[in-house]
């Protein structure tokens, strides 16, 4: 839309002209958010099993890093790993304090879904599996996670599309994401 005195026209040609730069951004937001949902799942994996098998030391390591995630804003952790790390010595882009920043945060939310499909899991089935012999790592393999998977999709699916939102966050360490696109454009053109 454009200013002409009071009134305001629909600029079509401004639309097409923005549009290869929205598609990058679309782009690096899919990015973003798919590799932090593919590594947050990965972590979420590791930890729901130290929590589930109730490691000594370790579970209460992953309960207290589950608390600090889901306790304090993405901003702030973002902020810290973009302008604490390069302070200590590592130096890190805005896409990659993004990405583990994200990672950060969707571990600890999808460590409390599988813990809680894992909890959901019949107690008959894992005592079964162990009177067979299974190992608890076959356990888990074999009978505890095809089961708790089924059983956490809407809650993982949820999260999933909770962390492709929470991109928009990234826009304040300069990650080129949709809303830093459409800031640039608006700070640009009105």
């Known amino acids: 839309m454009r200013r002409h005195g009071l009134k305001m026209t629909f600029d079509f040609a401004f639309i097409l002209s923005t549009l290869p730069a929205f598609l990058k951004a679309v782009g690096v937001t899919l990015q973003v958010g798919l590799i932090a949902i593919a ?19 370790l579970s209460r390591l992953v309960a207290l890093y ?66 067979i012999g299974l190992s608890d790592w076959q356990l888990l393999r074999h009978v505890i ?5 089924i059983l956490s999709l809407p809650a993982l699916f949820a999260n999933f599309i909770f962390l492709l939102k929470e991109t928009t966050v990234v826009s304040a360490v300069a990650v080129p994401e949709i809303l830093y696109t459409t800031k640039s454009y608006i700070a640009l053109y009105y």
């Open 145 to 149: 996670l095809p089961q708790a998977g």
């Open 66 to 131: 589950v608390e600090l995630a889901r306790n304090t804003p993405l901003l702030i952790q973002l902020f810290f790993v973009y302008f604490a790390l390069p302070a200590l010595g590592f130096n890190i882009s805005g896409f990659w304090a993004a990405i583990i920043t994200m990672t950060f945060l969707g571990g600890a939310y999808l460590t409390e879904v599988l813990r809680a499909g894992v909890e959901a899991v019949p107690l008959a089935q894992i005592e079964s599996g162990k009177s």
């Open 39 to 57: 590594t947050s799942l990965l972590v979420a994996v590791i930890n729901a099993a130290l929590l589930v098998f109730r490691t000594p030391y």
